[in-house]
C-alpha cells in the first residue's frame, strides 16, 4: 500500500504542473512569456489526461482490484514504463509540438496503456469478473482503447489531407470524446459500484442493466455531437440527440440508485468525500444537460464557433467531474489524505475561473466588452488551483 501512494504522490505531481502550465497560459494574455503557447497547450493536454488522471485510475483500479493476486513487480515495471513515456512527453511537447520524439513517446504511452489493459484481464479472478463494477471497469478500459484510434488516425490524416482537414479534428474530438465520456466516466461509475459491492449493498439487476446498457448507448450515439460542428446530414444532429437522452435517462437511473441507498453508503463514506461526490453528481448533471443542448443545430454551431465555450465544458468535465470524483476515491481507499483548506481553495479556483470563462463566451456570443483586468483575475483564480494542488501534495508529504 506504501508504494501505490506514492504512485498517487507522483499523479498529484502531474496535477501541480498541468495547474503550473495552466497558470503560464493564462499570464500570455498579460506579459510576454518566451515559450510557444500551442506548444504549453499540447503539454498542458498531455499530461492532463495521461499524467494525473491516467496514473490516478490505473492506480485505483489496481489497488481496488488485483493488489493482492498479482506480483507488484509485474504492475511496477509497467507502471514506470508508463511514467517514462509521460515524463518523455512532459520534456519534448513544450520545445517541439508534434514532432517525432514526442510522437515517440506519445505511441509508447499507448502500448504501455494496452498492456495494463492486459495486466488487468489477466489477473481479475472470475468471481470479480462476474460483479457488476467489473463489468464497468472493463467497458471503460475498452473505451480508452477505442479512443486511442483518434491519435493513431492524426498520422495518416496529416500527410494526406492536412492538418487544416476536418478530419483532423473530428479525429482529436474521437479521442477526447471517449476518454472524458468512455474511459473516465464509466471507470468512476465502476468504482462507485465497487464501493457498494464492498460493502454489501446490493442493487436491483434490472436496473444495473438497464443503467449500463443505456449509459453505453449514450455514450456512442454522443459522439456524433462531436461533428455537428461541420454542418452534416441532419441523421447526425438525431443520432447525436438520441446519445444526449440516453445520457439524461442513464443519470436519472443512477440517481434513484443512489437515492435508494444512501443511508447505507453514509455509513462508508466520510464526510467531506460525500460533498465531493453530490457535486461532482450536481455537475455530471449539468455536462449531460450541455450536451443536450448541443444537439441543435444552433447551439452546436455557437459551441464550436466560441473556443471558450469549449474550454469550459472541458474543465468543467475534467476538473469537476472528474478530478472531484478521483480526489473522493481516493480518500475513501485511504490513498490519499484530503485537506479540507485544500479542497476549499481548489473550489473558489474551479468554480471561479469557470464562471469567467463562461462570462468571456457569453461576451463573444452576446458581443459586450469584458471587464477590467479580466486576464489577470482569471490569471489569479488559475493560481488557486496551482497553491490548492500544491498545499495538498505538501499534505501528503508531512503526514
Known amino acids: 500500500m ?3 501512494k506514492k504512485h498517487i504522490h507522483i499523479a498529484l505531481g502531474y496535477f501541480l504542473i498541468i495547474a503550473l502550465l495552466g497558470v503560464l497560459l493564462r499570464l500570455f494574455t498579460i506579459i510576454v512569456v518566451p515559450a510557444n503557447y500551442r506548444y504549453i497547450v499540447h503539454t498542458h493536454s498531455h499530461i492532463a489526461l495521461l499524467g494525473w488522471v491516467y496514473t490516478a485510475l490505473t ?13 507488484p513487480k509485474i504492475y511496477k515495471i509497467i507502471f514506470w514504463s508508463t511514467q517514462v513515456t509521460i515524463l518523455g512527453m512532459l520534456i519534448t511537447f513544450p520545445f517541439m509540438g508534434y514532432a517525432l ?18 495486466f488487468f484481464i489477466t489477473y481479475t479472478t472470475k468471481e470479480q469478473k462476474s460483479t457488476i463494477s467489473y463489468t464497468y471497469i472493463r467497458t471503460s478500459l475498452y473505451y480508452m482503447i477505442l479512443s486511442s484510434i483518434g491519435p493513431w488516425s492524426l498520422g495518416v490524416i496529416m500527410n494526406t489531407l492536412g492538418s487544416s482537414s476536418i478530419w483532423y479534428k473530428i479525429a482529436i474530438y474521437f479521442y477526447l470524446h471517449f476518454q472524458y465520456n468512455g474511459w473516465y466516466i464509466v471507470a468512476l461509475f465502476g468504482i462507485f459500484f465497487y464501493t457498494l459491492e464492498k460493502n454489501n449493498i446490493s442493487i436491483s439487476k434490472t436496473k ?9 448507448i449514450g455514450i456512442l450515439f454522443s459522439f456524433f455531437l462531436s461533428v455537428l460542428w461541420t454542418e452534416p446530414h441532419p441523421i447526425f ?14 443519470y436519472y437511473i443512477f440517481i434513484k440508485i443512489i437515492i435508494k441507498h444512501r443511508s447505507k453508503l453514509y455509513q462508508h463514506i466520510h ?4 460533498i465531493l461526490l453530490k457535486i461532482a453528481l450536481i455537475l455530471l448533471g449539468l455536462k449531460i444537460i450541455l450536451q443536450a443542448i448541443s444537439a441543435t443545430p444552433y447551439f452546436s454551431r455557437l459551441t464550436y464557433s466560441i473556443i471558450d465555450f469549449v474550454i469550459g465544458y472541458l474543465h468543467l468535465t475534467f476538473l469537476g467531474v472528474v478530478s472531484l470524483s ?8 485511504q490513498l490519499l489524505k484530503l485537506s479540507k483548506f485544500s479542497i476549499i481553495l481548489f473550489f473558489i479556483g474551479f ?12 461576451a463573444t456570443w452576446l458581443q459586450f466588452p469584458i471587464f477590467s483586468y479580466y486576464f489577470l483575475s482569471l490569471a489569479i483564480l488559475s493560481s488557486c488551483i496551482l497553491f490548492s494542488i500544491l498545499y495538498l501534495l505538501l499534505y501528503q508529504l508531512k503526514s
Open 2 to 4: 506504501v508504494y501505490l
Open 59 to 71: 492506480t485505483i483500479i489496481y489497488t481496488i482490484y488485483i493488489t493482492k493476486k498479482a506480483i
Open 101 to 118: 520524439f514526442s510522437i515517440i513517446f506519445s505511441t509508447l504511452f499507448l502500448l504501455t496503456s494496452y498492456w495494463f489493459v492486459w
Open 208 to 216: 444495473s442493466k438497464i443503467l449500463y446498457l443505456t449509459l453505453q
Open 237 to 250: 444532429y438525431i443520432l447525436g440527440g438520441t446519445g444526449a437522452v440516453f445520457q439524461i435517462f442513464a
Open 271 to 274: 464526510t467531506t468525500e460525500r
Open 326 to 333: 478521483i480526489f473522493a476515491f481516493l480518500g475513501h481507499l
Open 351 to 362: 468554480l471561479g475561473s469557470e464562471f469567467l470563462i463562461i462570462y468571456k463566451g457569453l
